[in-house]
């Protein structure tokens, strides 16, 4: 399989270590609010990259952390009267409710910031040791001229890149130079004690690119095989992160840099500010959790991706297509009798060669769902045309094998549902004809933290465990 290296510009082979083993570490999300469609995207291509490697047969070790230290999230705390230990819980409660929703498999490990502090600090003093951090004021920054190969991943000049940071007003008198960053930050204010840590630096807590820095060399080691997230995030948190790791350990941090591409909304960046910032929970409610993974996958993870509503249209028609075909198969399975399988049915097996020749190509999940699709074509025909028992097992296995790399799976499950999550989705159900919408969220709410996703669909309302 190759992969886009953002730092060499170029597809590589992916590499693993010893017995096969390949490690993804993935920038997780600050956790003070629900997450967005932008968010889903990264998290959806990343589940898929893992899903495929491990289809290859390789051992995979996947690490996902949550940033729960934010001033976003002190500012949520004093703005809800909660403290920001319980708006990062919350947020991280919703987080799992709509990622495992979207057919998202959870992470290795998820470590939090506020559990890695004496790795983070124990970090910081190795790069003052080695001379490439200095303290200012109680604050801590890196002294990013020391390391000559800062820029290589985004590759800005560091020229290109003062001049930027020059343009920045507040800390710079702290700094030996404009383009140093903090590694460590004093508190300043009586409501950030919960969010401040006693250091050899005084009491203060990390800045955010060394929190990743530490985690990811804690949890998989100096060297990661690939090491990814939105596009974004290139400079400054992925260029500062090779810095400080570098200049730490003196060795390679990633092989691999993958970075996804984009989301706009209407052909709009998504902002709060133009009132377009569309979170997961409430695209889903309107089209379902699978659509929405289906729309975030139908396109190559390196190119942007517009939203609008004719794309999922689109994408809830694609899944029903999926939908049909697996229905059919099931059906079919058991009216016929079996047999041997036939040379004009075992020429399906080319769309598998066709998938996974797609997906070794920079994971290119468009191709790969075209190959399905075309699978799916072929299934129909052949059905019609009849087919036996064996047959139809060979195929319902390869259609199966495929759809779940992509993570689109249909599971036959409604007769394990209990009574009462029926009994909630009629209610909702009334509370939307009401038009109370707000009543039929709490209810989508509730059978969400009971561990199932409502999803609206032209063929009518399914309930799916997750």
């Keep these: ?127 003052i040791d080695k001379g490439f951090a200095y303290l200012s004021a109680g604050d801590v920054y890196f002294r990013t001229k020391k390391f000559k190969e800062y820029g290589k991943l985004s590759q800005m000049p560091l020229e290109e890149l003062e001049q930027g940071a020059s343009n920045r007003v507040g800390e710079n008198a702290l700094k030996e130079a404009p383009i140093d960053f903090a590694l460590w930050k004093s508190v300043d204010s009586e409501n950030a004690q919960e969010f401040s840590w006693e250091s050899p630096f005084g009491r203060g807590r990390p800045g955010w690119h060394i929190e990743c820095s530490a985690m990811a060399r804690h949890y998989i080691g100096d060297t990661i095989n690939i090491h990814g997230g939105g596009a974004d995030l290139i400079f400054p948190h992925h ?58 996958l139908s396109a190559h993870y390196r190119s942007q991706l517009n939203y609008s509503q004719q794309v999922m249209e689109s994408a809830v028609n694609s899944v029903a297509r999926l939908k049909n075909c697996h229905e059919l198969l099931k059906r079919t399975a058991t009216c016929n009798p079996a047999g041997e399988i036939r040379p004009e049915v075992k020429q399906a097996v080319k769309r598998k060669e066709q998938f996974i020749s797609a997906m070794d190509d920079d994971l290119n999940t468009a191709d790969g769902i075209t190959a399905i699709f075309e699978l799916t074509r072929e299934i129909n025909t052949l059905i019609n045309n009849g087919v036996n028992k064996t047959e139809v097992e060979f195929l319902g296995g390869m259609f199966s094998e495929l759809c779940g790399v992509i993570g689109i799976e249909f599971v036959d499950e ?45 063929q009518g309302t399914n309930v799916k465990l997750i």
């Design 1 to 127: 399989m190759r992969i886009y290296n953002t730092m060499t510009r170029r597809k590589e082979e992916v590499v693993a270590d010893g017995e096969n083993k390949i490690s993804v570490y993935a920038c997780g999300p600050t956790v003070y609010n629900l997450i967005h469609i932008g968010n889903a995207r990264q998290i959806c291509v990343f589940d898929v990259l893992r899903r495929y490697l491990k289809y290859r047969g390789y051992d995979v070790f996947f690490v996902q952390n949550f940033t729960d230290i934010d001033d976003k999230i002190i500012k949520k705390a004093s703005e809800t009267a909660q403290s920001p230990s319980e708006v990062a819980e919350n947020a991280i409660k919703d987080y799992f409710l709509d990622a495992r929703a979207l057919g998202v498999t959870d992470a290795d490990i998820h470590p939090k910031v506020t559990q890695c502090i004496g790795i983070i600090i124990e970090l910081i003093q190795t790069l």
């Design 239 to 296: 260029e500062n992160e090779i810095a400080q790791s570098e200049a730490a350990t003196g060795s390679q941090f990633a092989k691999i840099w993958m970075h996804n591409g984009m989301l706009n909304v209407d052909n709009q960046k998504m902002s709060k500010s133009l009132g377009n910032f569309l979170l997961v929970r409430n695209v889903a409610a309107l089209y379902g959790y699978t659509a929405v993974r289906f729309m975030l």
């Design 414 to 458: 409604a007769d394990d549902i209990p009574k009462e999550v029926w009994e909630l989705v009629e209610l909702r159900k009334t509370a939307r004809k009401e038009k109370n919408f707000a009543h039929a969220d709490e209810i989508r709410q509730k059978l969400l933290e009971m561990g199932y996703a409502v999803e609206e669909t032209r």
